[in-house]
């Protein structure tokens, strides 16, 4: 059973930075196709950046310029670097993972998920 952790969240002002963390339990060799998502209060959930077993990323445009998404793959770890964050990035983060299809294909479904970690930015 594949376990997610995130850790990383806090509060900070406009225009400040945090790097989120999700450690994975299961030794992933790099095979799996992973991302974070975020949820607002009173907002549907919404993905925020991908990376597929290639490493190839792919971001939501409200973060592209401000967020990194990496991997690394001897820790087992997810990172999420956020820069020059805006009280509209406020939200619960949560890190995700799958397997890619029988293609090495990742889709958009992920089945595994973290608890999320709170992230806050007041202006």
């Known amino acids: 059973q594949v376990q997610l952790a995130e850790s990383g969240g806090g509060s900070v002002q406009a225009g400040g930075s945090l790097r989120l963390s999700c450690a994975i339990t299961?030794?992933?060799?790099?095979?799996?196709?992973m991302a974070w998502f975020r949820r607002a209060p009173g907002k549907e959930r919404e993905g925020v950046a991908t990376i597929d077993t290639d490493g190839g990323t792919t971001y939501v445009d409200s973060v592209k310029g401000r967020f990194t998404i990496s991997k690394d793959t001897a820790k087992n770890t997810l990172y999420l670097q956020m820069n020059s964050l805006k009280p509209e990035d406020t939200a619960m983060y949560y890190c995700?993972?799958?397997?890619?299809?029988?293609?090495?294909?990742?889709?958009?479904?992920?089945?595994?998920w973290g608890q999320g970690t709170q992230v806050t930015v007041s202006s």
């Open positions: 299961e030794y992933t060799d790099g095979t799996y196709c």
């Open positions: 995700a993972a799958d397997t890619p299809n029988s293609l090495g294909i990742c889709l958009t479904e992920y089945n595994y």
